[in-house]
């Protein structure tokens, strides 16, 4: 009998793998930077939404993730200068998809960096102006507060490839490729 | 009691099983919630595309439907006017440096007696520049000043204030070469033309402001470019 309830135990709670859900808190961040051969645009957003599924516990040997969309509205971007934003969501049809959304699939721990800090491999999904493209990227996880997961990570890819052509600012083109920064700060929900 | 705690664990323990390890291939865990399921097969890590997910069904790939309100018109517009407005301020920009070119040649021929360029072609040429440079520059402000305005504004100086400051320069020096100029050549072809000195004053200072002018302008072009 004994045996049998310590199976019961054993099966309804395998540590291993139950992942806790961890919420996008305040300080979390996502930083485009594109170039024009005179200056260079950065734009930043810091109204960030979406949760994750995450076992911190088992951080050593973890490799998966479940995750709501990240999403970041088009408006929240400020880059200093109001004319520009308000082009920013011309070129990406903000109307039609306000918008930007980042979907994880998968994250593999590969090394720890220093205690409580890891280097990791985050896979998903960005959409932007209704095209789906795959990211997969270094990241750092730092768990050095155990209650305040922070996931940090940079992407890269070309405009051309969410269908968004190259803007123009007196008649000189803004180079095709771009970074994103995601700085995120999760907290147990 | 037996096959009660049995059936319990099971009823209990399944779901753990279901979610426990579910691997690909790799052995890289990989469970969506609340997103299209990815097929097993797809190696999460690879930049290969997952084609498995139909369109149709990704919430995150499918428009939102919005109604064209007159602020939507409004900033169409405006984005219409301004993309004019830098092409008529560069044809300006241009056309003005010539203006300011065949002007130092004919300065150069009347104070210093220069005789490397024709007087009458230069003067004819430097009335061509002054016509059009003053028509794309008008053309340029007025589609500026009626383009539709929005409310969002920047705290502190940037760099689109800094344009506009720009503008009362080269706006009110480009109104009033023209005038300037016309001046200069109706004294000094009239009956009673004006001292050597006053005649040389009024070219001088009506080249000076052509410089200052197409500074500003040049300027503000930077302030946009470089922001």
Redesign the interface.
Known sequence: MKKLLLLCVLLVFPSRVWAETWTVDAGSAVTYYVHHPMHEVVGVSKDIKGEIAFNAAAISDFTGVAGKPIQADWTSFDSDNGNRDQNVLKFVEARQYPTITFVPIAIRIESEKSPNIYRAKLAGHLYVKGIKKKMVSDATIDLSDPNRLRIRTRMERKLTDFGIEPPSLLFIKTKDPFEMDIDLFFVKK | ??PI??F???V??LP??L???A?DMS?????????PI?VAEVD???????ESTVAAD?P?????Q?EVTDE?RR??RR?RM?KYH?GFA?AALGLWAGQLITGQILYSQDNFKATWADSNRTRMAHQIFAYTSYSAYSTAMLLAITAPK?D???AGR???STHRALAWVHGSTMMLLPWVGLVSARLNSSTNPPSPTVSKAIKTGHLAAGYAGWGALAGA?LT????
């Open positions: 009691m037996k705690a049995i319990v664990a099971a209990l323990g753990s099983f979610f426990a390890d691997r052995g890289n865990f990989s469970l969506v919630q609340d997103a990815l999460p890590f690879s930049m290969d595309e997952d990704d995150f790939l499918q428009p939102v919005v939507m900033y169409d984005y301004l830098q560069i929005f969002k504004k920047q940037d760099a689109v072009m946009i470019l470089i922001d």
